[in-house]
């Protein structure tokens, strides 16, 4: 399985472009794999392996922006 997680996150400021570089940094630091700008790619064993890389992605999401895993 694969999880694929595509974001779209406000750059305008300074504190909004250090929002958008700390989650990409989580996905890198979580073993996701850039496949495009804002989307990021993911393989998981299983599915209880995928819901724990949701749980992830939900506790470090920013407030602001958008954010979509498939």
Do not use: H, W
Request: charged letters at 20%.
């Amino acid at each position: 399985m694969r999880v694929i997680v595509f974001f779209d996150l406000p750059v305008e400021t300074a504190a909004q472009r250090r929002v958008y570089t700390k989650f990409r940094k989580f996905l890198i630091s979580s073993g996701f794999l850039m496949m495009q700008e804002s989307v990021y790619c993911k393989l998981c064993l299983n599915n209880s392996g995928v819901d724990s890389v949701i749980a992830a992605l939900q506790k470090n999401k920013p407030r602001k922006g958008l954010i979509q895993a498939l």
